[in-house]
């Protein structure tokens, strides 16, 4: 009975690591380029299940129709975001960027509960389900990991085969070196930063594919806290690190979930935030570098 | 050379403030809201300002303070008033032990690691006591009728309105000399050189891991006296939800960074700015402080980010006044 709850929650766990690795992407790429840590990741995830949820109520827009939609907008957004603050921080000490950040996530939470309103909300769209000997798995859940791995596929291959991704590699190299060899840095930092938020939004809309529920205009913090945990375990400044660690921490979680729940007298959904941070200084104690890596 | 010049000005604008709040009747609650505000300024500006590290935990730090009051009060009851001197000690044990299991962990790298570990601490502290239900879990912990039943309604009323309020005005009074203290002492000079240029300040021989968190300690267990005192003591209740809400850290950011950070003078400033806008603005925008905190905050970092003393200090630079100014 616990053997086949665990076998459900780990593969679950795995389903959901690749929706996490996505959502962690961004944050990395961020990091990677411009050397800033995007204290408000949560808040642009939140922005992409709002943009799912408001699309399939007002337009019954499948929520798969919305992926592109969420990556349009959070590419908008990495560009305002970009020109009015980030620009003028790009050499500024750490603390600014990071209060910005962080200032910017607050701002947008706040904006949206003014214009959502506070209350949980959720939408249900069935498309049938799978089953497996030990559980069935509703086919959006395995619409989202798929779509997050071809997601993560497309992006690994524009980094790796265009021009513009070599860039963007080789300002994460060397800054200086990029500038000397004629890269326009201030161009590709707009790119990154944009191209960041964009899968982050994005990836708020996977979210909503995996549970479709619980929509709220503070459901950010919590992933703002996973993702750290997800990016230090990749080693921060890489997006593919961050990909594969996402299915690590899935599991993790799922599994830990299962085993928290057996005992008495607690509530297992709670704890495995504490977990999740508890997790966090071990790698930071153990290997701030990354796990996978890194660096 | 050793400047105590500046507490002169620090000590005047504190005698003031108590002043009009025992003076002029109906500031009392007033003036004791302002204070509030200038302490968590206080207490932050000695890790933020002088390390130019982000504690995006902070609050948490005033919540184990306030837990550490309220565990006190409410299960050694029995100990009568030594209980408040047991809460003292709680308070300032569940600091030592936070500041020391996050900063021992991440002050030892750089401050964008430090900020992504603080960032789970609140949450995580939080859910926990939820989660396990420690100390009443979810419900908190209530004290007015505990405290009624132990002290008789008098001095319990005594206690939350006159002792909270004096204890307060005593960390705010400490913490101020405690900042001109560090400013004038080698940790000072080392905390500046490690805030410029941290790979210098290492190069030269001082560890930087050991000042970072010295910064940290003194700043989280006055953070945790500020909860044990304003919170526990004052409004006898301690709920999670409450105690680790995380507008206070913005709160506290926004007073640091708008007053001036690693000054003496600049959290008092911000500290009093923020509470009068606030204690007046909350009347008619409840609600939205947020809202407008956030945007407030990105204006300070990207225009303004010496702060208001930090700016006066360089109108002031060859003027008589200037050495009074820190």
Request: charged share 10%; proline share 3%; glycine share 12%.
């Amino acid at each position: 009975m616990i053997a086949e709850q665990l076998a459900a929650n780990l593969l679950y766990g795995a389903i959901l690591g690749g929706v996490y690795g996505l959502a962690t992407m961004g944050l990395s790429l961020i990091f990677g380029v411009l050397r800033i840590v995007n204290v408000g990741h949560g808040a642009f995830i939140m922005i992409g299940a709002f943009t799912a949820y408001w699309m399939f109520i007002l337009y019954s827009i499948a929520p798969v129709v919305s992926i592109p939609i969420a990556l349009v907008i959070g590419l908008a957004l990495g560009f305002v975001i970009f020109y009015s603050v980030i620009k003028r921080l790009v050499d500024a000490p750490e603390l600014s960027t990071l209060l910005a950040t962080f200032a910017i996530g607050l701002l947008i939470e706040e904006a949206a509960k003014v214009a959502w309103g506070s209350d949980y909300v959720g939408y249900s769209w069935d498309i049938g389900s799978l089953s497996l000997p030990f559980t069935t798995i509703p086919l959006t859940k395995i619409l989202a990991f798929v779509s997050s791995v071809v997601i993560a596929a497309v992006v690994y291959l524009w980094f790796q085969k265009t021009k513009l991704g070599a860039a963007v590699r080789a300002v994460v190299e060397d800054r200086d070196g990029a500038m000397v060899c004629g890269i326009n840095v201030n161009r590709i930092f707009a790119l990154s930063f944009s191209l960041g938020i964009g899968l982050t939004v994005l990836s708020g809309v996977l979210v909503t594919l995996f549970v479709p529920v619980g929509i709220n205009v503070y459901m950010g913090g919590e992933y703002t806290l996973k993702a750290f945990v997800i990016a230090v375990l990749g080693g921060l400044a890489s997006p593919w690190g961050a990909f594969y660690a996402g299915f690590i921490f899935g599991l993790l979680e799922n599994g830990s979930y299962t085993l928290l729940g057996l005992i008495p007298g607690v509530e297992p959904f709670g704890l495995t935030r504490f977990v999740s941070f508890a997790m966090l200084l071990i790698i930071l104690l153990i290997k701030p570098s990354g796990l996978l890596g890194g660096e | 050379m050793a400047n105590y010049k500046p507490l002169i000005p620090t000590l005047v604008i504190y005698t003031i403030l108590i002043a009009i709040g025992a003076l002029v009747p109906g500031m009392w609650q007033p003036v004791m809201f302002v204070l509030f505000y200038v302490a968590i300024g206080q207490a932050l500006n000695i890790f933020l300002g002088f390390t130019g590290y982000v504690n995006f935990g902070y609050v948490a730090l005033l919540g184990v303070g306030a837990y550490g009051m309220g565990v006190a009060l409410k299960y050694y009851t029995y100990l009568g008033v030594g209980a408040i001197v047991l809460g003292v000690i709680l308070a300032v044990f569940f600091a030592l032990l936070l500041s020391l299991a996050v900063g021992g962990v991440a002050l030892r790298l750089r401050g964008a690691y430090f900020a992504i570990a603080t960032i789970g601490v609140n949450e995580g502290l939080k859910h926990l006591i939820e989660g396990a239900r420690i100390w009443g879990g979810s419900h908190g912990i209530i004290l007015s009728g505990t405290l009624r039943k132990a002290f008789g309604s008098e001095f319990a009323n005594y206690l939350s309105t006159f002792v909270a309020d004096v204890f307060l005005i005593a960390i705010v009074v400490i913490s101020g000399i405690v900042t001109i203290y560090i400013l004038n002492n080698r940790i000072g000079y080392a905390l500046l050189a490690l805030r410029e240029d941290e790979d210098a300040a290492k190069v030269m021989g001082i560890n930087v891991t050991k000042y970072k968190l010295i910064a940290f300690i003194i700043s989280s267990v006055i953070a945790a006296l500020i909860g044990a005192s304003a919170w526990t003591l004052k409004m006898t209740y301690v709920f999670p939800s409450d105690v680790f809400a995380i507008g206070y850290t913005v709160e506290a950011i926004v007073i640091v960074m708008l007053g001036g950070a690693g000054t003496l003078l600049g959290p008092l400033i911000g500290g009093i700015i923020y509470g009068v806008l606030k204690y007046y603005l909350s009347v008619i925008l409840p609600g939205l402080q947020l809202l407008i905190l956030a945007p407030l905050l990105i204006v300070i970092v990207v225009l303004f980010p010496e702060g208001i003393i930090g700016y006066v200090k360089k109108k002031l630079r060859y003027t008589s006044v200037f050495e009074y100014v820190m």
